[in-house]
């Protein structure tokens, strides 16, 4: 019997944002190789270290960093150490933010580069509601493939974890 999908996660957004081909590598656990920092699932897994010294809080299958109470307004909070993948990053707190909505909590977003001392607000409008259901639906297409998407070269190969798999 397949093993079961995972549910639709901020991390699975990310990733299917950054490439879907890397998405489903993901979902299906065909993990990289974890210890190489020079790439982009080793600097995930530093944001990932780097969170944890924060207040995690669990919503489903989702960790988001932090909820701030700013003047009354509930502001969910995602730290990133880069801004490279700043539209993968917003997509995952939008979906984030759909995800309290769903559950009745309004909220705003806030993502943050400590690094680079930037904040960028995030606010769930019809807009990036539209974008974010079509990018959960993407994934949950994406997941029950049997094969993953095709190989295309993109600037994120470069650094990928996948490299070896997909070009060698
Ligand atoms: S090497 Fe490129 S195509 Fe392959 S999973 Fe990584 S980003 Fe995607």
Not at 68 to 91: C, I, N, P, Q, T
Not at 130 to 145: C, F, S
Request: with cysteine; aromatic share 8%.
């Amino acid at each position: 019997m397949a093993a079961a999908l995972p549910p639709v996660s901020g991390t699975l957004v990310w990733y299917y944002t950054i490439c879907p081909r890397e998405c489903w590598l993901m979902c299906h656990q065909l993990n990289p190789d974890e210890d190489d920092p020079n790439i982009e699932y080793g600097r995930f897994l530093q944001d990932q270290a780097y969170k944890r010294e924060k207040k995690e809080v669990g919503l489903g299958a989702n960790r988001i960093d932090f909820i701030d109470a700013v003047g009354g307004e509930l502001v969910v909070v995602e730290v990133k150490k880069s801004s490279r993948a700043l539209e993968s990053a917003r997509m995952q707190l939008a979906h984030y933010l759909l995800s309290l909505e769903e559950n009745g909590v309004r909220a705003t977003g806030e993502l943050r580069f400590p690094d680079e001392r930037r904040r960028e607000a995030v606010i769930l409008d019809d807009q990036l509601r539209k974008e974010v259901e079509q990018t959960r639906a993407a994934v949950r297409r994406l997941m029950v493939q049997p094969q993953p998407p095709p190989v295309k070269r993109i600037h994120w190969c470069r650094r990928c974890a996948y490299a070896q798999f997909c070009w060698a």
